[in-house]
């Protein structure tokens, strides 16, 4: 079998790979749950990326992550439920319907006018999604009421920032950002009562009360949470990258080093990036 930019060589390779005699023994008895966490990790690489700005990386990764949906595609063939073209099918048909300015006659001529038509589109959507599991017999979307719509699988950070966009939507919000700091300064002062009594639930109950106020203040300032802490992460690398090289230099390893010589580098990395700046 030889390469090709045609996308139906994908779905052959897949096939392939699952093909119960003489496929991949790995891939053979991969399921939904085990794959999806490659799913997940396939989006983050894309990402990564993308703020790299690495063109060779995201053209790999992209293809990485496509491979993923032929995957799941394919799994569910087999389990008679879709195939991929049922999947590009449901896709088309949803971008055609939703870009009515585009596609149709419409006069949304504006990006709050598209978005608005966008909304209002999806809703229908919801509403005929709902009259088929009906017809199926199937229960209702299992999340209902106003925060309904933020799906339950998202990273958690990104979940607790579109919960709160939701509850803002109806007036449930901070006036301003003072009185979450004043929120966040009492939530690190249970979180050290929890400590001092040694309740690891209790402990771990009042750090997520904590980080979900401080993705509070985060929304509120206009800072994405999950951006922000992708850039301390960065900023760690650089730093604790220092550490390694200074003490390399030096002819010091990471485990012989006592945390009062990489505090010294840690700062010196900070000293660095200062006179960068």
């Known amino acids: 079998m030889q390469p090709s930019n045609d996308i139906s060589r994908l779905v052959e390779i897949m096939e392939a790979l699952r093909d119960p005699q ?22 983050y690489e894309v ?23 032929i995957f799941h595609a394919r799994m569910a ?5 879709f195939s991929f073209g049922d999947v ?25 006018a598209v978005k608005l038509q966008w909304n209002e589109i999806k809703q229908a959507e919801k509403a005929e999604r709902l009259l088929r599991r009906a017809a199926r017999g199937l229960p209702e979307d299992a999340d209902k009421g106003h925060l309904g719509p933020v799906q339950r699988s998202f990273p958690a950070l990104v979940e607790a920032l579109k919960l709160q966009q939701r509850a803002a939507k ?7 950002p003072e009185p979450i700091l004043d929120k966040i300064e009492e939530e690190i002062a249970e979180l050290r009562e929890a400590l001092a009594a040694k309740d690891t639930a209790k402990v771990a109950d009042e750090l997520g009360d904590l980080i979900f106020a401080v993705v509070n ?10 951006m922000a802490l992708r850039g301390t992460n960065t900023k760690f690398r650089r730093r604790f990258g220092h550490i390694e090289t200074e003490l390399e230099s030096s002819g010091e390893s990471l485990q012989e080093a006592t945390l009062e010589r990489m505090e010294e580098l840690w700062q010196a990395a900070k000293a660095i990036e200062r006179q960068l700046t």
């Open 22 to 43: 003489t496929g991949c023994p790995w891939d053979i008895v991969q399921t939904f749950e085990t794959i999806k966490p490659y799913t997940l990790e396939e989006a």
């Open 47 to 69: 990402a990564d990326a993308i703020e790299r700005n690495d063109m060779d990386d995201l053209c790999e990764e992209l293809g990485d992550l496509l491979l993923q949906v």
């Open 77 to 81: 063939q087999e389990a008679g439920s």
């Open 88 to 112: 590009v099918m449901a896709i088309t048909t949803k971008m055609i319907r939703r870009h009515p300015h585009v596609f149709a006659r419409s006069d949304a001529d504006t990006p709050q």
């Open 170 to 176: 109806v007036g449930f919000d901070w006036s301003s």
């Open 217 to 226: 203040i985060g929304r509120h300032v206009g800072a994405d949470p999950e």
